[in-house]
């Protein structure tokens, strides 16, 4: 077990020859986003830029292409084919609900109302093959919302609507059913997608970083709510970086269980699923099932949402530079501490944002640097 260093943490940076263009450096594709989490794919995105990563294409539903459009013009955004949330009316025919209006959120009206989720097609997978392909590195996961959630939904209090269970065949992308004369019909999320994903990257050499609720749906394969399990087979050079209950759903282990023996349980799943794994918290374990490394740097500034998103970016900018996966899992962690510990200065603990860090990971580089 080995604990993070600036000596060390130095001399795996990776080189900046003078002699190079953008492909020098790589091409990061994030997959990441979704109706509510746009924030993550513009923090996971830009970040991967930050330490270096010589291109990055974020693919996502046009609502998020746009909005990151928006924020940055570094970033090449790819829009997904997407579904279309539906309405039955009581004979049974479909509406597409894009063409009704919506009511006052106190309408006594019992139509049922929705909005559009754009949750991604499986077929895009088609879309990304060609950049699946070509990236140095793929990243998928932040804020890409696996799962369908029932606030992206209006509906009226005289309808119930049952969730689809996981543990339908996943590419099935089965609609949703309430039993009543007036119906829900709509995509079950991101979870056919995913997993028509994950089967298109089997075999993919390049490194792919999974985080957020990529993890979940991976947890939710192997230990499904119904009787049947599938078999997980990450690809070769993979990356996850779960937090303590994003572990606990992986290894179907207590929290607390996790936090008693984190370098342990680290290990475990490092080798258990062939992968490098990011225990995230508090001195983030990094373990590749063999090699363990504590992480010295951070302070609880990073206790705030989207700066594992940033942890995400920065690890797969590493890994497009030409970086093992376990090098810039360590790189990536202990510059997002750093780069923590810096702007608390300036900004304290309590008011650095996710987006400061953002402008913080400069200087944590030229700290290594001077070393």
Same mark, same amino acid.
Not at 70 to 77: C, D, E, G, Q, W
Not at 195 to 198: C, G
Not at 282 to 287: A, G
């Given at each position: 077990m080995n604990t993070l260093t600036l000596e060390y943490i130095k001399s795996i940076l990776p080189p900046r020859p003078d002699n190079s263009h953008k492909m020098t450096f790589g091409h990061v594709l994030n997959i990441a986003g979704s109706l509510h989490y746009r924030g993550a794919a513009y923090l996971s995105s830009l970040s991967a830029l930050r =330490?270096? $990563?010589?291109?990055v294409t974020l693919a996502s539903s046009p609502s998020v292409c746009d909005s990151v459009s $928006?924020?940055?013009?570094? !970033? !090449?955004?790819l829009p997904l084919l997407t579904h279309v949330t539906e309405r039955h009316d009581d004979a049974g025919q479909a509406t597409d609900l894009l063409s009704t209006k919506m009511q006052? +959120?106190?309408t006594q009206s019992s139509d049922l109302q929705a909005i559009d989720v754009q949750a991604i097609d499986k077929r895009a997978v088609l879309q990304l093959r060609d950049k699946l392909n070509q990236a140095s590195v793929i990243s998928m996961g932040s804020g890409l919302s696996i799962g369908h959630s029932t606030d992206q939904l209006i509906i009226s209090p005289n309808i119930s609507t049952n969730i689809s269970s996981l543990a339908n065949p996943p590419l099935s992308n089965k609609h949703l059913s309430n039993g009543h004369s007036q119906g829900l019909s709509v995509p079950d999320g991101n979870n056919g997608f995913f997993? $028509?994903?994950?089967t298109e990257i089997q075999a993919n050499p390049n490194p792919v970083i999974f985080d957020a609720d990529a993890l979940n749906f991976i947890s939710h394969l192997l230990h499904p709510s119904g009787p049947s399990k599938t078999s997980i087979n990450l690809p070769k050079n993979s990356i996850i970086t779960p937090h303590p209950k994003e572990l606990s759903k992986l290894l179907n282990v207590d929290v607390s269980e996790i936090q008693a023996k984190r370098v342990h349980y680290a290990s475990i799943a490092a080798k258990q699923l062939n992968t490098v794994v990011v225990l995230k918290g508090?001195? +983030? =374990?990094? +373990?590749d099932g063999e090699r363990v490394f504590i992480n010295p740097t951070g302070n609880s500034a990073l206790a705030k949402a989207g700066t594992g998103d940033v942890l995400t970016g920065m690890i797969s900018g590493f890994c497009a530079q030409g970086v093992s996966p376990i090098n810039a899992a360590c790189l990536g962690v202990y510059l997002h501490g750093l780069a923590g510990d810096i702007a608390a200065e300036d900004l304290s603990q309590y008011g650095m944002l996710a987006s400061d860090l953002l402008n913080y990971i400069p200087n944590a580089i030229l700290k290594v640097l001077a070393v």
């Open positions: =330490v270096g $990563a010589g291109y $928006a924020l940055t013009p570094n !970033v !090449v955004t006052p +959120s106190n997993y $028509a994903l994950l508090k001195h +983030s =374990v990094i +373990s």
